[in-house]
C-alpha cells in the first residue's frame, strides 16, 4: 500500500469565509528518474480571486494591506471591501507555489548541479507548471527550478524570496537600466527621482533593494527615492531613511491634490515610478506624476488589464509604460545571496501551522496578519 501525504487547496473566500481551505490525503509521489522530490518546509499562504494564478493574493500584493486587495478586486470589476463580501465563489483550487524546503530524495538519472545532495536546503523558482506546493511532498522533474540555501537563512524567510522579492528585484533592476537613459544618455538629466507607489511586500522589498543597490552605481547621489503609501500604517513602515521621502495617497482627497501633493515631497515631477498598486486610479495618478519622458513601472498582471486602457494617455502625456515580467532564476539566486549576508533585510513575515490554513485565510481577508503569511508543513528545524 502507498503511503499517504497530506495535500491542501485553498480557493477563493465565499462571502462567510467558510469551507474555502480543503485537505486532501494523496500518495506520496514518486521521485522522477531525472529530478528529485521535495520535502515541502514552508509555503506562502495565497488564495486567488479569479481564475488566473496571475491575479493571485499572495506576497506579490501584500494581503496584509486591504488597499491592495481591494485593487485586485477593482481590476476584476467586483466591489466590495473585503472578499468575505464578493459574494461569488470561484471554485478553482490554488496550488501555491512559494515553497522553500528540503530535498527528500534524488532519481537514479538525475544531474546534480551545485552539489545538490538529500537534505539540500532549497528554494523553488516558480516556473510554468510548478507543482501543487502546499503539501508535504512535490516533486520537480529536474534541478534546473531549485536554488540552494545557505544554513544561515532561514527557510521561512526563504519562501518569501520566489515570487514577491523576485518580482520586486527585477522591477528595481530594470529601473537602474531606466536611469542609465536618463542620467547617462544623450539627453541626460542632473538628477532622477524614483517614486515607489505602496507599502506592502512588494514595495517593501522594492524600496530595500532599491536602496541597497543604488548606493552600488556610480551616480547613486543623483538619485532620489520617494514613496507613496497607499494605507495609513504603511507610513512608519516606509519612512526608514531621512533620505526617502514620503507622501500619503489618502483615498478620499482629489486626484489634483493627490498630484501636488506629491511633486510636493519629490521635488516636482518624478522621473520613475515603480508602482505596486494594482487599481486603474493608481496607475493613472503615476502616469500624471512623471516628467515627460518618465517612466512607469508596473507588474505583468497589471499590464496586461490596463495598458490596453492606459497606451494613448500615456502617447499624450509624452510617457512611457514599462511591464516588468517575475524575475529570472539567476536574479532569485542573487536575491538569496544578498538576503543570506544581509545586505538585505526580509519584510516582516508570520508563520502559521498548515493545519490553521482556514483561519489564516480569515485574518488575511481582515488584514489581521502584520506582514507575509507563510504555512508551515514540517518542523525540521
Known sequence: MSKLCRQVSIESPGPTLKDCVFSFDVPVPDVPMYGARIRVVYAGACYRVNRTRSASVCSTSSVSSMSSLTGEMEGLGIQGSSPAHIGLRDGALFPGYEVAGIVDAIGEAAERPFGFTEGTRIVLFPYEGVPHGYADYIVVPDFKCLVPIPGDLPLSVAAMLPTGALLASNSVDTAIQCLKTLLDGPNKKDKATVLIVGTGGLALWALRLASHHFKLCKYHNRIR????????????????????????????????????????????PVDIVLNFGTTSRSLHRSLQCLAPGGMVLVTEDVGEKLMPKFAKKAEELKVHIVVVPNGTIEQLRELVFLVARGDVEPPPHSVFPAEEAQEVVRKLCNSEIEGRAILKFHDVD
Open 225 to 268: 527615492i520617494s514613496v507613496a503609501t497607499l494605507k495609513d500604517e504603511g507610513f512608519a513602515l516606509a519612512k526608514e531613511s531621512d533620505q526617502i521621502s514620503v507622501v500619503q495617497w489618502s483615498e478620499d482627497l482629489y486626484e489634483r491634490q493627490l498630484i501636488e501633493r506629491t511633486n510636493d515631497a519629490c521635488g516636482g
